[in-house]
């Protein structure tokens, strides 16, 4: 039997939300990070797509063009952390809500605090 990642119960630590070896696995893609991060320091932690899609073009990751992260976003970005329960993307005001995690918040700050973001 293997573990998939999506135990929920918080026995891991969390606070009943996202496993701690689901967080690790979402962190480790630094567009989601690098969108993470965006959605912290947003105001109300609340951006807006647009706003999450210029993030990554100014982060000068390899997306380069708006296009790409727009696709990059909506195909694979986004859905992956809102399977994780860290955001809730409104199609209709277009706007990306980041839910807060306590796990999440902690792991985030200690990356922040040794990567450039």
């Known amino acids: 039997m293997t573990d998939t990642g999506s135990d929920r119960d918080g026995g891991d630590g969390s606070s009943g939300g996202t496993s701690f070896d689901e967080l690790l696995q979402i962190v ?50 986004l859905p992956r952390l809102e399977d994780a329960g860290l955001v809730e993307y409104d199609a209709r005001s277009d706007t990306v809500r980041y839910r807060e995690d306590d796990l999440a918040e902690r792991l985030l700050d200690r990356l922040a605090d040794v990567e450039d973001r």
């Open 28 to 77: 480790a893609d630094r567009h989601r990070r690098s969108v993470l991060y965006c959605l912290q320091d947003a105001n109300e932690d609340v951006a807006s797509f647009d706003e999450l899609r210029e993030h990554l073009l100014a982060r000068d990751l390899d997306i380069d063009d708006s296009e790409r992260a727009t696709i990059a976003l909506h195909h694979r970005i």
